[in-house]
T-cell receptor, first 113, second 114 residues
Framework: GENVEQHPSTLSVQEGDSAVIKCTYS??????FPWYKQELGKGPQLIID?????GEKKDQRIAVTLNKTAKHFSLHITETQPEDSAVYFC????????????FGSGTQLTVLP | DTEVTQTPKHLVMGMTNKKSLKCEQH?????MYWYKQKAKKPPELMFV???????INESVPSRFSPECPNSSLLNLHLHALQPEDSALYLC?????????????FGPGTRLLVL
């Protein structure tokens, strides 16, 4: 089955700096990669996703890049703000196991004012 | 509107109690999911309903019993739980269970089993 590894497990940045979180996946058939943000006491919220026919996607301060050859994808947050502080999960879903998302272990991002 | 609602927000129950968690979505989604999440861990899939039929049960103990009364509602019936079942229970929905369909999560029910 699919295995997703996520790094780093914790990340602290100064407000205004950029943050990058990286994930690797094992199943070359994976074709959908969402990123979720989970604030304390809340459910995961989808912030951006990318499909395997696209190399990069951007939404304001958030961008995701996908390298299918290397089987890794990354979340980039620019101009970080204190409200970006949360746990971020990457996930992957393989073609043929369409009902299941395999999640990474999560990254606790702290943006220091 | 991409809202999934869950009730109650918090639940404390004894090991002999019977309780139910409720989930509702009005986005016309035909796939609904139950996940369990322990502290500092990612969500773990428990059940998947597709068009109101149970399509995946991830070897969940029978003390958890899901139910999908209609396309908008999903319940999780709890009976004789153990303290290790204490966790955040998340409901999610997606348009279908097809490839690449985004899952939207509810806020969760935080369950404590005493």
């Amino acid at each position: 089955g699919e295995n997703v590894e996520q790094h780093p497990s914790t990340l602290s940045v100064q407000e205004g700096d950029s943050a990058v979180i990286k994930c690797t996946y094992s199943d070359s058939a994976s074709n959908y990669f969402p990123w979720y943000k989970q604030e304390l006491g809340k459910g995961p919220q989808l912030i951006i996703d990318i499909r395997s026919n696209v190399g990069e996607k951007k939404d304001q301060r958030i961008a995701v890049t996908l390298n299918k050859t290397a089987k890794h994808f990354s979340l980039h947050i620019t101009e970080t703000q204190p409200e970006d502080s949360a746990v971020y999960f990457c996930a992957a879903r393989a073609r043929g196991s369409a009902r299941q998302l395999t999640f990474g272990s999560g990254t606790q991002l702290t943006v220091l004012p | 509107d991409t809202e999934v609602t869950q009730t109650p927000k918090h639940l404390v129950m004894g090991m002999t109690n019977k309780k139910s968690l409720k989930c509702e979505q009005h986005m016309g989604h035909r796939a609904m999911y139950w996940y369990k999440q322990k502290a500092k861990k990612p969500p773990e899939l428990m059940f998947v309903y597709s068009y109101e039929k149970l399509s995946i049960n991830e070897s969940v103990p029978s003390r958890f019993s899901p139910e999908c009364p209609n396309s908008s509602l999903l319940n999780l019936h709890l009976h004789a739980l153990q303290p290790e079942d204490s966790a955040l229970y998340l409901c999610a929905s997606s348009p279908r269970t097809s490839e690449g369909e985004t899952q939207y999560f509810g806020p969760g029910t935080r369950l404590l089993v005493l």
